[in-house]
């Protein structure tokens, strides 16, 4: 999350929350999120309904 506030205008982006995972070699949790604007405009509408879900 730090990385994606750090983006001039990090609210402008649809994304959604896929994972929390724990990689090999790292100490830190990492979160894993998908940016989904470039989507197909019906795809989008899709995954902002089922946003909810991955939280």
Known sequence: ???FNSRE??????I???DQVKVKGKAEIVTLFEVF???LPE???EK???KAIFK
């Open 9 to 14: 205008n990090p609210r402008e982006y649809s």
């Open 48 to 50: 902002k309904i089922t």
């Open 43 to 45: 795809s989008v509408e």
């Open 37 to 39: 604007d470039v989507d």
């Open 16 to 18: 959604r929350l896929i």
């Open 1 to 3: 999350m730090r990385i």
